[in-house]
Every structure is written in structure tokens, then in C-alpha cells.
């Protein structure tokens, strides 16, 4: 414990000229010492006064590096045996080795935080994003936050957002619903998190959308559930088939609003019968509202959950459409019946995100700004859709027009996987549409286009790329090459 300091073991280079700080220089120097065993534990450090003369550096600077180390649990204070190396520091760090990890949604995102191409599908216009609004509100909740008490937030949201939702659900989606129904999330995806653990309905089958967003199917395999594909038709899901092949399916979980990806509106007679289905079998439907009522069409049709006396649905909402995914917010309506249950989950294991995105948000809400910049959205993408129709390659057969995409049909045969995969070469970035199928390889090929990037300049030469890689002779070698 009492080994003398070894000036010999450490050689300090003070450098003036560098922008580090000098106490940490100091620091630096000395942490490496010890990690490395030259500075063994129960060594005593030069005094201050005596490291401060030896380094031609102030007294209070070393006096600052060691009650660094000493943060650090490297050093202690031993009185007036001045200041020692610690006997159990930790560990040296672990050699990380290279491996390589793979990312999560490789197959549906062709990378994160990466500038949105022409045609990519789930980012709004990048252009109309009310920035300075957002910054401003941003500022003033953090700063408002920041000097509000430090107590224990609502697991279920702040209030002030919670009642701004429930306020603009009546007028925008026709749910009445009490504040204390609303649980706040950070998406679609932690919205259905939150609904399976509610509803406690893991090792059960759940019928979903075929096609349908590939994410849900996944999303419920991985929560312990059977997906359950029922097909879509013109009128939306077909409830007779679900019906048939797994009755007592635990839960429902659909689009009905704009079907994804075909866009297609629920019909009344299915919504009655899906709802009959549910209140016979006690089971649930869970209703994914990714595009609240951004409704190119004209008025978007009311929430499957603003008719449901029964209590059976529960409603998804997501603000990653109409605002930004960036903002990470989204919100569940809970049934009146289960909204203490859901509040529950919220305030054990999923408690609401980031408290300024809240309060930021609720102003944005409650300030107007959102029902404005909703409007604002309607008109640019049906601008947008409207230019792509009139400037598509005409021999590229498209469907009519999807909720904000539009879906282009390829020949049999070629491999929209592959395409999609090579598109961001030319510039752009289609989904595949087989993906969207339960059983890619018996679907028919195509490309899900979406229309909220393409702006006027960039429009030309992402329909000439698209147009490109269709046309691309090579499109079933494609499939060839990538199988290989
Ligand atoms: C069908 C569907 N549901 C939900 C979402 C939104 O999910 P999140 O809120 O996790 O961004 C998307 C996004 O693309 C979607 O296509």
C-alpha cells in the first residue's frame, strides 16, 4: 500500500497549443498509468503542489485531474497519506472485436437517418416540415421543463397532450374519448407493444391483412402470437374469410381507414361484421390508423373506433405521417372498459417518451398548427400524386392511387426484391410490393411508389430511373444474380 511515486513509470507531455484542456491532459495521462498496471494500486501520487511545480502547471489544475480519477474510482483521498491509486479499480476495458451484428428491419430500410429518395415510403415531404414552428416550440418546452419540479411524470402521457388528442380525435377521426383513455407512445410499433401486453393475448393467433404491412407480421411473431393472413379485397378486409380460418383468433389487427398498401376504405358491411365477430368471440380489433385522416380522396372516413359501442377496438394513432417520424410520438385509445388496464402496463413497462416532445407537441396542436399543416399536407400530395400520373411512363401499368403511394405493376417472373434493392443506384427508392404478401413468391410482382418526396425538380429524372429499372432487361438475371 505504500509504494513511493515512480516519476520514471509516467511521462507527462503538456501540451499548450492542443484544445485539450490541460487537467485533462493531466488525467489522461495518469488514467492510462493506471489502467495499464504502471501505477499499481495502493501508489502514492505526487502531492498537488509538488506535481503542479514538476509540471510548471497551476496547483489547482492537478487539484482538479485527480478529483477526476477519483469520479472515476481510479484514485482515493487518503488523508493526510495524500492521494493513492485505488485498490479495485475497474477492470481494463475489453477489446471489442470486430463482428458484424446485423441491423434491425434489413430487409425493409435500406439504411437509418439517411436523406429520403424519390418514392420511398413511410417519411413525409421533407420540404414542408414546419422546422422553425417545431424549433420554437421545441425551445420553449424544454426551457419550460427544465425549470418545472423534477417530479415523476404520468407513465400514460402529459396530460396537456392527452387532452389536446382526445380534442382533436373528435374532430379529425369522430372518436369521443375520455383524456385518461389515451396512452402516449413512441409509434405504431410500441402502440401495438403496449395493446398485446394489455390485452394479454401472447401464444394466440391474430388475423392480419394479406397483403399487409410487413412490420405487423413480424411485430407478433416476435410477441409469441400466430398471424393469421386474410385476404383484402376492393371492400377492405374480407371478415368471412378470417372467420373461417381461425375463429377464435384473439385479435384483428387492420388498416381500415386506408388500407395498406392498396389504400382501399372499409366498407360499412365489414366493419359491422368485423365488430359482430369481435363482440361474439370476445375478441379484439386492433385498428392501425397510420394515416389519421391524410386522405388525398377528400374527407377521410371516421375511425372504426368512433362506432364501437361494444368496446372491443383498439385504436392506433401515429404522428410519424402527418408530422414526423422523428418526433418518435404516437398514442393509443384504449376502450373505456380497459383504459385503467392499459394505464397500468403504461406506468410498469411502457411508460410514455420524452416529456418536452410532449408538451412541444401539445402547443403544435393546440396552438393550430397541426390541423394547418395537415391541410397544408392534403394539397402538396395530391399535387404530387397528380404529377407523378401525368409524367409515369405510360407502359408501366399503375394502380389508382393508394393512400399516399401508388402501386406499379411488374411482368410476372421478375423479381421486385432485386429491383428494389438496386433502385437507390439510380436515385430512388420503391418498396417491393411482394413483401407486403405472406407468401412473397405467390404474389405478383411490383413496386410501391410513394408520392410525398417527389418534388417538381426531382420528378422528371426519378420517373426516367424508374422507368430504367422496369424496362431493365435484366430484371429476372437480377433475381438470378441475387439468389446466387
Ligand atoms: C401500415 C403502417 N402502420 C404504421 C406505420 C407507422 O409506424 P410508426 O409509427 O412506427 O412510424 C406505417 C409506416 O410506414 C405503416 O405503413
Known sequence: MNAPWDAGRVAFTIDRSQSTPITAQITTTLRCAILDGRLRPGMRLPSWLDLAAQLGVARGTVKAAYEALADELLVFSAGAAGTRVAERGPSRPVEVKPVDIPRPLQDLERGFSLRPLPFQMGVPAQDAFPAKIWARLRTRACRANAMAPHGISDPRGEPALRAQIAANLAITRGICCHPDQIILTSGYK???????????????????????????????????????????????????????????????????????????????????????????????????????????????APALAADDPAGRVIHIGTFSKTISPTLGLGFVVAPLALAARFGQVAGYLNPAPNVTTQLALADFLGDGHFLRHLRHMKELYRQRRDDLHARIDPAIAVDSFAGLTVIAHLPKGSDDVALARRAPELGIAPCPLSVWHARPSEAQPGLVLCVTNLRKPALDKACDALAALVKEPGAAAVRAQVAA
Open 190 to 300: 410500441n402502440g401495438l407493444c403496449l395493446t398485446l401486453l394489455a390485452l394479454g393475448v401472447q401464444g394466440r393467433r391474430a388475423w392480419v391483412e394479406d397483403p399487409g404491412y410487413p412490420v405487423t407480421r413480424s411485430a407478433l411473431e416476435i410477441a409469441g402470437l400466430t398471424p393469421v393472413p386474410v385476404a383484402v379485397d376492393m371492400k377492405g378486409l374480407r371478415v368471412d374469410h378470417g372467420v373461417r380460418a381461425a375463429p377464435d383468433a384473439a385479435v384483428a389487427i387492420v388498416t381500415p381507414g386506408q388500407q395498406a398498401p392498396t389504400g382501399v376504405t372499409l366498407s360499412p358491411e365489414r366493419r359491422g361484421a368485423l365488430l359482430a365477430w369481435a363482440t361474439r368471440e370476445d375478441a379484439w380489433v386492433v385498428e392501425d390508423d397510420y394515416l389519421s385522416e391524410l386522405q388525398l380522396g377528400g374527407r377521410a
